[in-house]
């Protein structure tokens, strides 16, 4: 995702983008990282991810991995949406409780 300078490396593989999500869920969850790196980090991997997708198109087998990935992250996409349309009195916002949701969506899926 981010080298030690803050520069984004693009993924390539379908490794890069399976690691690089969970990566990203874990930069949502962090307490550390700002809101701005949160959001870069998230428009970088999707951009990356649709380049990756139409590289394969063709290619069914590799096709159906970039979906896969491609479900994950609107799922992922779908628990921020939700945390962010809470009021703010509520503790549900909080960044810690963004990854077991999207662990638990993920199970439901298998």
Do not use: C, R
């Amino acid at each position: 995702m981010f080298d030690k300078s803050g520069q984004w490396i693009h993924l390539e593989t379908f490794d890069d983008f399976d690691n690089g999500l969970s990566d990203l869920i874990e930069l949502w969850s962090s307490e550390t990282a700002t809101q701005a790196m949160k959001d870069a980090a998230f428009a970088h991997f999707k951009e990356d991810l649709e380049a990756a997708s139409l590289e394969w198109i063709d290619n069914k087998a590799k096709s159906k991995k970039y979906a896969a990935i491609g479900q994950e992250l609107v799922e992922f996409e779908e628990v921020l949406k939700e945390d962010t349309s809470v009021p703010a009195e509520s503790d549900s916002k909080a960044p810690e409780a963004i990854a077991p949701k999207v662990a638990a969506k993920a199970k439901k899926k298998s």
